[in-house]
Nanobody, 122 residues
Framework: QVQLVESGGALVQAGGSLRLSCAAS????????MGWYRQAPGKQRELVAA???????NYADSVKGRFTISRDNAKNTVYLQMNSLKPEDTAVYYC????????????????WGQGTQVTVSS
């Protein structure tokens, strides 16, 4: 079984910074893409940023230039550095691992973390 555990969510003032971390545990052979999604109250979950095992990145337009995603493949860990935070960044942030290959699991699958709350006050 593969688990994703996020950390780093907090209450921060507008203009501040936070760093989210997500570690995948279990007998993992490989993970293609890892990423961060967020869901604000009353809104759909949306992609914030993603990174492949090769280092290619993708960002939502709303966070470009402010957020940076990075990854440690050896530790199956993904990070999200969030700078210049805005109140509209307030949401539950979910870690995602896509195309995961793990012992005891047939084929590739997707895994989600439980979420971490980020609140930006104005």
């Amino acid at each position: 079984q593969v688990q994703l555990v996020e950390s780093g969510g907090a209450l921060v003032q507008a203009g501040g910074s936070l760093r989210l971390s997500c570690a995948a545990s279990g007998r993992i052979f490989s993970i293609n893409a890892m990423g961060w999604y967020r869901q604000a109250p009353g809104k759909q979950r949306e992609l914030v940023a993603a990174i492949t095992s090769g280092g290619s990145t993708n960002y939502a337009d709303s966070v470009k230039g402010r957020f940076t995603i990075s990854r440690d493949n050896a530790k199956n860990t993904v990070y999200l550095q969030m700078n210049s935070l805005k109140p509209e960044d307030t949401a539950v942030y979910y870690c995602n691992a896509d195309e995961v290959s793990a012992e005891g699991m047939i084929g590739l699958f997707r895994a989600w973390g439980q979420g971490t709350q980020v609140t930006v006050s104005s």
